[in-house]
């Protein structure tokens, strides 16, 4: 398993995260337990302040928050000077209680319910991105009931298929996501919301999918998205203000995905709006992008316990584990692949291949299909790297189990952000 961040082996040879022992955090929180150390997520939210720049125009970094988000998170991000994507109204209430500030606020989402908009605007929420014709009407007659008036962003989609996993690009031609530049009536739909008096127009969205590992994606669409915003100015004379980029940068999770340079990426991106705009001769739009698993993933490492081993009559041998698809569902969604340890055996060979089970009554939970470990002991504490994007988020209560606990940690202290929840948590609602 790579050591990522402030990971490191320490004198007992267990594994060390922001200076706590995983062994000792297991036995205090109790497992599953998501571990996210922050050290790495205020690194990695410098590198995007810092490298996403040009001298031709402004520049803006906004966390994508469905990757991970809680109070704590939204405070965290709030101190590293970024603003924050929320794409829903449980989204938008964590950041209105974490105090959030309204302005650097982007509302996102296809389908966003009147309830919804009404809290965004009653909230002052910086910008709505907009998806389509029917919430552009909904959205002007709510800013007309409440006397409101809104900047917006016009999500499109470039027709750009990244080269990921088909059920996260987000940009053929075919995607839910946006209106399509190629549509006939795109042109009209601009100038009704230009003229608009209610909805400020601020320029474009558009996003091509997530766990991008080739750069040359982000490029292409840069080349499109310039050329359309050309055609724009050209039919209706509108000057594209704002272009928001979206998100989409990869990360490293297994020995299987090509480092993406994130510095060299966000360079390449900035000199090709540059390039793009020069030729053509109009100002370079103000530049936007919205990272979210890039500055989570890697900082998160979930703890679980051994509770069996199994080798079945086809010779597959097993772990099993306290945990599953309801605290990581990537796997099953995604064929996700991710590294592991035995945090309490860090420097033991790893001789045995093993597939790790779940606990869930579902064949299809799966953490890891094929991994060479030590042959483990019940109670051994196996540590799942890169789990911070997309697990706490997507985590459920299937078969009634339980939702890990959140710890930050950092400094060698850490500290509970979300407690684990009990089964009385389970049965609040029910009636």
């Known amino acids: 398993m790579r050591l990522l961040g402030t990971m490191r082996i320490n004198d007992m040879d267990n594994l060390e995260i922001g200076g706590c022992d995983a062994v000792i955090l297991a036995k205090k929180y109790g497992t599953p337990l998501y571990v996210f150390d922050t050290a790495l997520i205020r690194e990695r939210c410098a590198s995007y302040t810092k490298t996403f720049k040009s001298s031709k125009t402004e520049t803006e970094v906004i966390y994508a928050s469905k990757a991970f988000l809680t109070l704590a998170m939204c405070r965290l991000i709030d101190e590293a000077g970024l603003s924050l994507d929320v794409v829903s109204g449980g989204e938008l209430f964590t950041a209105m209680k974490a105090n959030f500030p309204p302005e650097r606020l982007y509302f996102h989402g296809n389908g966003k319910t009147v309830e919804e908009l009404i809290t965004a605007l009653q ?97 292409k669409a840069i080349e499109s998205m310039v050329e359309f915003i050309d055609k724009v100015r050209t039919d209706s004379g509108y000057e594209t203000k704002e272009l928001n980029m979206g998100g989409g940068f990869g990360v490293y999770y297994s020995e299987h995905d090509n480092d993406l340079d994130i510095e060299q990426t966000l360079t390449a991106m900035v000199e090709a709006v540059e390039t793009e705009c020069k030729t053509r001769r109009f100002p370079i739009p103000k530049l936007l992008i919205e990272p979210g698993r890039s500055i989570v993933a890697n900082a998160g490492t979930t703890l679980y316990k051994v509770t069996a081993t199994k080798e079945t009559y086809g010779g597959r041998k097993f772990i099993f584990v306290d945990g599953g698809m309801t605290d990581n569902p990537r796997t099953a969604l995604y064929d996700a692949i991710y590294e592991a340890a035995l945090a309490n055996r860090m420097k033991d060979e790893t001789d045995t291949t093993f597939t790790i089970g779940g606990k869930c009554c579902e064949s299809g939970d799966i953490l890891i299909k094929s991994i060479q470990l030590p042959y483990p002991k019940q109670n051994d504490i196996l540590a799942v790297a890169s789990t911070g994007a997309y697990n706490y988020s997507m985590a459920s209560n299937y078969n009634r189990i339980r939702k890990p606990a959140v710890v930050f940690v950092e400094n060698g202290k850490s500290k509970v952000v979300v407690k684990r929840e009990t089964y009385e948590d389970i049965l609040r609602n029910d009636l």
């Not at 007309?144 to 008036?149: C, F, N, S, V, W």
């Not at 900047?151 to 989609?157: E, S, T, Y």
């Open 123 to 219: 909230y002052n929420v910086g910008t709505i991105v907009v998806d389509n014709e029917f919430e552009i009407e909904m959205l002007q007659y709510l800013c007309a009931e409440l006397d409101k008036r809104v900047k917006v962003l016009l999500r499109v989609n470039p027709g750009i298929e990244a080269h990921t996993h088909a059920y996260i690009q987000t940009a053929n031609n075919d995607s839910k996501f946006g209106v399509s530049i190629f549509s006939e009536n795109i042109y009209e739909l601009i100038k009704s919301i230009h003229e608009s008096y209610y909805l400020d127009l601020r320029g474009f969205h558009y996003h091509i999918g997530s766990q991008i590992l080739d750069h040359n994606s982000f490029v």
